[in-house]
């Protein structure tokens, strides 16, 4: 359960969310039930689109003007010849989504890492991050627009704004045909790894062994409730903004203890991260904090908000998806991070860099092991990925 809410959380925060792992682990069946579940019988409202290996360029995303086939449209008082938009699932959606601003759209790009993502999804991607990005999809002018079959009407744009109902989940899996995701990608996106605990195989095949299948639909207003939270929390369309941040100087009194901790612990990372030119930006910074005011914005009703999980998370999610490298680059920094997530304090993390052998000697397994460090699940993960360089001389966070 703690990572359906954190996938819920992170889409709401940010509309694009990497889920990584073993493959048949559920990423991809979390990810359709969940749009299941908010669209109910619109099926419209989301696309599952296998990415292929020959993706090289934005075709297979977002169409090409097919100049072989032409069809003949009245445009005013004149008939002109114009054509033909070879559209995808992708568009599609896209389309769909612009007119009809008020409900939530998704798309699951799976096994996206299948072909370099840069080379289909880098205008994507763009069009997400900038206010008022727009897609480019032909040049036949800008008041003209192109049909997408030769029955139907023209109402493909030059430029397409990118619909702020739109959510993109996509699912990886990492072996020998796979491609790494560059840290522009990674920067862009809360990465949630699944795991399969140890008492999962075992519940699972007292089940009989069954895949999970079709599930109730969400009662009504539930997602239009989601995408009011995601745009308060991107501030879109002057939403009001989300009470931990609407006054940055002057959070809600149950927050402020909580809100400073968590400021104190971004600051912390970024100056232990800087020691090996490994610090995150701005984009990281205050992506975490609209994680946070998510967080507390779904916990309000709770008499104290409690900010470690909703930190530990963006930890795991924001900051260390960034980390590769050789043992002797990124040794010394797992080692200090590790410190750092089991009591949150800079100086004793600070200290590891002077040992020349931290990540040899940290006690990431055994009877030394920190048994109840305050940032369970990032420590968990730094101590794999510090097993991991001891023995291949190598490590990324996702493996």
Not at 110 to 135: C, I, P, T, W
Not at 147 to 153: C, D, I
Not at 200 to 227: Q, R, T
């Amino acid at each position: 359960m703690k990572t359906h809410r954190s996938f819920v959380k992170s889409l709401a925060a940010k509309p694009f969310v990497i889920l990584t792992g073993n493959s048949g682990t559920g990423k991809t069946k979390l990810a359709e039930l969940f749009c299941q579940w908010l669209c109910d019988k619109e099926d419209h409202r989301y696309a599952l689109v296998p990415v292929g290996a020959d993706w090289t360029d934005n075709r297979n995303v977002l169409g090409f003007v097919n100049y072989i086939r032409e069809v003949e449209l009245k445009e005013g008082e004149k008939t002109v010849r114009r054509p033909v938009y070879q559209s995808t699932k992708i568009l599609d959606l896209l389309l769909a989504a612009k007119n009809d601003s008020a409900k939530p759209y998704f798309l699951i790009l799976d096994e996206m890492n299948l072909s370099h993502v840069e080379r289909y999804f880098a205008d994507f991607l763009s069009a997400m991050e900038s206010k008022d990005g727009g897609l480019i999809l032909h040049r036949e002018g800008k008041d003209i627009k192109l049909p997408r079959s030769v029955s139907s009407e023209a109402d493909v744009p030059e430029t397409l704004p990118m619909p702020r109902n739109v959510f993109v989940i996509g699912t990886v899996n990492v072996d020998e045909t796979t491609y790494m995701f560059s840290p522009k990608v990674l920067d862009r996106a809360n990465v949630i790894e699944f795991r399969v605990d140890k008492d999962a195989p075992l519940a699972f095949l007292k089940s009989g062994g069954k895949p999970l299948g079709n599930i109730d639909a969400a009662p009504e207003g539930y997602a239009a409730a989601f995408l009011e939270l995601s745009r308060r929390a991107r501030q879109l369309n002057d939403a009001p903004k989300l009470a931990l941040v609407a006054d940055p100087a002057n959070p809600p009194d149950d927050a402020k203890a909580s809100l400073l901790a968590c400021q104190q612990n971004i600051t912390d990372l970024f100056d232990l991260m800087q020691l090996r030119h490994q610090e995150f930006a701005f984009r990281t910074m205050a992506e975490i904090v609209r994680f946070l005011a998510v967080d507390y914005e779904l916990t309000a009703d709770d008499a104290d908000w409690n900010h470690t999980p909703a930190m530990d998370a963006q930890i795991l999610q924001k900051i260390l998806p960034k980390l590769h490298g050789s043992k002797r680059k990124v040794g010394p920094l797992l080692a200090a991070l590790a410190k750092y997530c089991e009591a949150g304090k800079k100086a004793e993390a600070e200290a590891i860099f002077a040992d020349q052998a931290a990540v040899e000697t940290y006690p990431a397994e055994g009877e030394k092991l920190c048994k109840e460090p305050v940032f369970k699940d990032s420590h968990r993960k730094l101590c794999e990925m510090i097993l991991t360089v001891r023995r291949d001389q190598f490590v990324s966070f996702i493996q």
